[in-house]
């Protein structure tokens, strides 16, 4: 994959030195946050390949293709992890993600679940507290969570904040 400068599963790292290794298989993530940060950044790289091979078999899909998404991948926050260390077997993520699509952002919270399989970390599942608009035009919507992370709806928290 020919990608220079800043990783972008955000780790402050360069992508040649944090990600590239597992996209090119030289090296595989020691833990579950490494794992889910290089699938973070294969998506915004359009890696499928990759996608697929991190995945595990009793949950991957058949095929992955980006041919017709459109959606572009901003920011990753990771928000707590359990297990997933490298003397573990399994290990959980939870992680809110930004996306664009046209004039409208998105927000995507997921909590992750990986295991291990033959000594490699492999995404097993998720579930999704959240997926949904949360601004047009780079204004934040009424009722999307509050970017101050209280938890609240933005109108019921910062929106009458000066």
């Given amino acids: 994959m020919d990608f ?12 040649s030195s944090c990600c590239a290794p597992y996209h090119s ?6 833990t579950s946050e490494s794992l889910m940060r290089s699938r973070f950044s294969a998506f ?20 992955l293709s980006f041919d017709k998404d459109e959606r572009r991948w901003s920011t990753l926050q990771i928000v707590d ?12 993520v939870e992680f809110k993600a930004t996306y664009e699509l046209g004039d409208d952002t998105y927000l995507f919270h997921e909590i992750s679940r990986f295991v291990r ?12 507290p ?6 047009h035009l780079g204004k934040t919507l009424k009722n999307a969570p509050c ?16």
């Avoid at 359990?82 to 959980?92: F, H, K, N």
């Avoid at 399989?117 to 999704?128: K, M, N, S």
């Avoid at 959240?130 to 601004?135: Q, S, V």
């Fill in 81 to 92: 992890t359990l297990g997933g260390g490298p003397d573990e077997e399994r290990g959980v």
């Fill in 44 to 63: 915004q790289l359009r890696n499928s390949e990759y996608l697929l091979d991190s995945w595990d078999l009793s949950t991957r899909p058949p095929h």
């Fill in 147 to 162: 970017p101050c992370g209280s938890g609240k709806k933005f109108k019921k928290c910062c929106s009458g904040k000066a």
């Fill in 4 to 15: 220079a400068g800043p990783c972008p599963c955000h780790s402050a790292l360069d992508y």
């Fill in 130 to 135: 959240y997926h949904g608009k949360i601004a």
């Fill in 117 to 128: 399989h033959r000594g490699h970390w492999v995404y097993l599942d998720a579930t999704f």
């Fill in 25 to 30: 298989g030289a090296r595989m993530p020691e």
